[in-house]
């Protein structure tokens, strides 16, 4: 089975903090992907990467960045948080861009910005 | 930005009745996927269609992808609580050589009782 593991289930941080959530995949997928989820919203996508030193913005990149060091990890990155943060983020990662595998998701950091 | 219309939005039904979620759009999806999401957890594959009038079954769970591939429904037999939950629809469309992210749908909250 695939494994998507985000590094902290509940994060809080604070205004203008710099913001690291971190993602693994431990089956060597090509995809990775951030996504935030509000209410009302649905899931939106952030930022994806298709390769290692890749990445590509999504519908709502802005306040955010990311960066992909090594295949099986792809962090998100709130250079200055804001309190329109908060949010439940969720990471996936699937296979490549060409196979139609689906992406599968890891559980999810909520995280809060006072 | 690809749109993909989801309903209905809020279900409450009592165990043992039918239930149909439907998932829209007015663009092709390369593939869709539906995903069951419980509160605090990242969402969970349950199946992916890519062809055009495809129907997979999952116990209960009934999936179709329409012809033109551009709708697809949820069909719940005997709703059982332990149904309870988001229900996502997602879809992959092709743009250029690759396919972008995860457009999402914004869930249909199920509510099954007892």
């Known amino acids: 089975d695939v494994k998507v593991t985000q590094s902290s289930r509940y994060l809080v941080k604070r205004t203008g903090e710099k913001v690291f959530l971190e993602c693994v995949q431990d089956m060597d997928h090509e995809n990775m992907f951030w996504y935030r989820q509000d209410p009302g919203l649905g899931l939106r996508l952030i930022y994806f990467?298709?390769?290692?030193?890749?990445?590509e913005k999504g519908d709502i990149p802005e306040g955010y960045s990311v960066s992909r060091e090594k295949k099986e990890r792809f962090s998100l990155i709130l250079e200055s948080a804001s309190t329109n943060q908060t949010s439940m983020y969720l990471c996936?990662?699937?296979?490549?861009?060409?196979?139609?595998?689906?992406?599968?998701f890891g559980d999810g950091t909520r995280l809060s910005i006072l | 930005t690809q749109l993909l219309e989801q309903s209905p939005q809020f279900l409450s039904i009592q165990e043992g009745e039918n239930l149909t979620v439907y998932c829209n759009s007015s663009?092709?999806?390369?593939?869709l996927q539906w995903y069951r999401q419980e509160p605090g957890e990242g969402p969970v594959l349950l199946v992916t269609?890519?062809?055009?009038?495809e129907v997979k079954k999952l116990k209960r769970l009934t999936f179709q992808f329409g012809d033109a591939r551009k709708d697809s429904s949820l069909h719940i037999t005997a709703a059982q609580p332990g149904d309870t939950g988001l229900y996502l629809c997602a879809g992959t469309f092709y743009t250029g050589g690759g396919a972008d992210g995860l457009t999402f749908g914004k869930g249909t909250h199920l509510i099954i009782q007892p």
């Open positions: 996936a990662s699937s296979l490549d861009r060409y196979s139609n595998q689906p992406q599968h």
């Open positions: 269609v890519v062809t055009g009038g």
């Open positions: 990467s298709y390769d290692v030193k890749m990445k």
């Open positions: 663009s092709v999806f390369s593939s």
